[in-house]
């Protein structure tokens, strides 16, 4: 198998005000299919072209932002792998088994303030794309009509040791780097562990544990302006876009839940391979890495995280 | 590096009756960067997205069809390891040092009576994407605007062990299959060395070293009708499309090059993983699988092969 | 007013034979509104971007094909000056009164053995566009998202004759015409009472009163795809398509309604004005002119009318 | 006929400062066709699918702005009745002979402070669209690839009686309005003389003869995102979008050029009927109507004009 280790990030758990009117907005609206409700305080969704059990869990809580990010591996031995790599970072490690349909997930808190995690053992859905004699898709998709949760920007401190642990621990590429004026380090770096231009994405920032923006993909430039169509019509309140970045190419928009938390729908992107140069942005052309068109960021973006 | 091993289908020499007139058609229709002559009767040319020093040989000779196909490697430890594979088949080997840009490639003539391809080292391009505060973009794209050369479809006897070859000893995954109809075996396999739906597929036919088509890919369905009125413009031959196919779900021309070799403009598809099912499709049901709209296959869509 | 007299094809009417089962396909899989029953065996639909009362009517009957097709006029003015006019061709002219929310109905039995009829005054439907700080659309499109009911291609004799009356009566202008082999005639014409590139079209046909097809509008190339999608999933058997009209330039799939109607998604083609040249095709390009992309028409295109 | 009088915005004089660039600008960017030189300061253009002489002339000035704006009607009965119908309003006329190609242009100077001709007569250009089993295009479009001259968005003071003399004197209807805050006038007025939801639009603005911006068609959201990454590419300033205007519905960006004239690519809109209702907005949802996703105006959209 030429794709190995790590091969996407597959969960999320999101903190929202309010569960039911959050998981209305991300089934009718984001366009994800409801899997169900995981104790009393959170619910289970996931995209319509997913195979797994879910990837996407709402918890209820008092404020917004993000419990954690995981990854899925091939397998096993990917995982045992990940964890005796750790140990050279010594990142405080546990265990979650709470997750239906997931085998045991081995979480790790970064230097960042994040939890990100791994499992390799994940049921199919009840839910998930044709298999025998398939039809591109079998229930027609609705809302914003998301395929998949894609990828996390993630904020917080020490920046650098984290990129160190998603590359040395986590066997990831770094694609993409916006440095500092002083070019000795970076504000923000993308890694992928696959052919994405990113699967996450982490951003030097003074808070910990923050979440800057977490994404669901989308087929393409004319979904992008459908999902537009449908914030504008839900009066969605809507940070910037539809637009490009210039940092993966990828076609977007950014808006906020109900609850604050920024998320994006994203289309497009170069196909990455590890065998292509890196890129690289300097401090002076951020606005154009994040804005290609405007080339200019706006406060909020660089402001509001959850 | 979660991608390792066998990273893309990256070369491919296809012979043709006119050089000249076929630089022309690659360059002006389809859209490919001149790289420049190769002796006297060869041209290499590359995609305006491709990183590599070149993508595509065409060769001046007195039949249509197919030199070779070649897979770039991320390095040479994985072109020992194919090799070292190989000796389980006993394919023929051989060595050629003639493409400019290009280290050793490794041929293997398998037995279907394809010649296929290993290497890991080439020289950048010299038109290749920016990495440096890069725009989507240099020199606006032409023509059908093609990216990159995609994948092959090559026909010929011996079609499971060629399978097996590509996945025991290229590591490939095998991501859709179309059935016999008594099931004992597939008159066409489809194979992945990254994410995407197939890098080559395998036709069962009597013939040996036929090429059925080789593909470039553009960025959406709205390219594929922006190709359709170049190629309704230029008067050049469609054999079928615009349409999706069922296998991969890509978006589809099929339409025939100067010489009479098949092309393909191909653009979407969905991200494979290698923990995803296989596809499988049922003999009666081979129409849908390629033609996904009409359901039925054309005459010539079987017959005509280079 | 710049834009008078006749203003659109607005109303026709289906027969079809199982009454339940086509509104069933066109709300669900054309995306219609239903706007409700006409009497025991008819049912009244429309676009979900129309604001006329109804643009379709289904007639349960025991073979498909039309009833009539009907012209929106700016005003009464104009319907007088059609009764004036039609008096030079003699063709016989009836009320019709039974459409719920229209006035009274001019209809005239045409040469060609089909009845077009005239009308002026309709109410606004209860679904309709929003005017007040307008959305783009109030409720979200579904199925194949058609807009609007477009045009028709009436098939039938004295196709001469019944072009001259859409010219001197109804005031519409010829847009496109495909000549004859001997160019005296012509196999096909294209007429508009607007700035579409037709509202109408006469084949010239043996048989009387045939439909060849009739369209909807759809919004663009990606929307024909989205169609296509829908049509594969539920299949809907495709006669052509998707693919691009010379004539007009439309981009287009014809496919068959349950009860073997002839029907058309349409999208884009240019913006006609009265002082744009008259557009010509010879004979022998008459593939080329309805089949843009593969130039040749199927048998089926030029034998199944209803 | 029944598109008669008035049938669309056909002409625009700019001013710009350096017209050699310019004319590379509105060439190579916007897409436009060279025309040729007229006189010593102007330039001509059109785009690719317009049928007549040149719809663009670029004069080198001091300032940038615009010159004048002129309609095309059907016939020169429609110019006499415009002349006859301006009696009332007593807006000096003079008469233009000096663009080639062209009959003589009637002038009126309106009273927001512009120039507003009227024609009939005018030669058809020499690349214009075939007309003779034509392609959809002859030459490959290039650049943003604009169709055509669409629409201006013409600012001054006295726009209340300016709106009446389109609507009176060239026959044009009211399509969308915004009103003042306290309902007694408009802010701005959307006209149209045929199926377009605008040919012109006045905005009340105490500056006489101001140009807010006018507007090339393109083809789709497609060439909308296609445009920005020209947009993007070349350093263009751009002004908002890619956005969609909830007046017209019409998909849009607004970018400068180099003289600092806004421009604005345009594409979409719905289909415009003289029986449909007035679309109104109200003042505290012009941020809506002009800004359809972020509902926002920015402060330079307002202020900026030239």
Same mark, same amino acid.
């Given at each position: ?6 091969l996407?990030?597959g ?14 907005f991300?089934?009718?609206r984001?366009?994800?299919t409801?899997?169900?409700k995981?104790?009393?305080?959170r ?16 918890r209820e ?9 995981? +990854? ?5 031995e990917?995982v ?5 790599k750790?140990?050279?970072? $010594? ?9 239906p349909?997931?085998g ?29 004699? =398939? ?17 996390a920007?993630? *904020? ?9 642990? +998603? ?20 504000i923000?770096?993308w890694?992928?562990s ?10 030097? +920032?003074?808070? *910990? ?24 019509r839900y ?6 876009? =539809? ?14 839940? =109900?609850?604050g ?5 994203? *289309? ?9 140069p890196?890129?690289?942005w300097?401090?002076?052309?951020? $606005?154009?890495?994040?804005f ?11 402001t509001?995280?959850?």
């Amino acid at each position: 198998m030429a794709l190995k280790g790590i091969l996407r990030s597959g969960l999320i758990q999101l903190r929202v005000l309010d569960l039911e009117e959050s998981v209305d907005f991300y089934h009718d609206r984001i366009g994800l299919t409801k899997v169900g409700k995981l104790g009393n305080d959170r619910f289970m969704l996931k995209g319509y072209d997913e195979f797994d059990h879910h990837s996407v869990v709402l918890r209820e809580a008092d404020s917004p932002g993000i419990d954690f990010m995981c +990854f899925k591996a091939l397998d096993e031995e990917t995982v045992k792998d990940v964890i005796a790599k750790n140990e050279k970072f $010594g990142y405080e490690r546990y265990e979650v088994t709470d997750q239906p349909g997931f085998g045991t997930i081995q979480m790790f808190k970064i230097a960042n303030g994040h939890t990100i995690g791994v499992y390799s053992e994940v049921e199919l859905a009840e839910q998930k794309p044709m298999t025998c004699n =398939p039809k591109i898709w079998d229930k027609e998709p609705h809302g914003m009509e998301a395929n998949l949760f894609d990828h996390a920007l993630l *904020a917080g401190p020490n920046q650098g040791e984290c990129v160190n642990w +998603f590359v040395e621990v986590m066997g990831m590429a770094i694609t993409e780097v916006l440095y500092t004026e002083d070019k000795n380090g970076y504000i923000c770096t993308w890694l992928s562990s696959n052919t994405r231009g990113h699967d996450v994405a982490l951003l030097n +920032f003074p808070d *910990a544990g923050k979440l800057h923006h977490f994404s669901f993909q989308l087929s393409g430039w004319n979904d992008i302006g459908r999902a537009a169509d449908i914030m504008a019509r839900y009066n969605i309140k809507i940070d910037a876009g =539809p637009m490009r970045h210039g940092v993966t190419r990828g076609q977007t928009i950014y808006f906020f839940d =109900p609850s604050g938390n920024r998320v994006e729908t994203y *289309a497009g992107g170069y196909e990455y391979f590890p065998d292509a140069p890196l890129r690289e942005w300097s401090a002076d052309r951020a $606005g154009e890495g994040i804005f290609y068109y405007t080339k200019e960021l706006n406060e909020r973006f660089l402001t509001v995280l959850t």
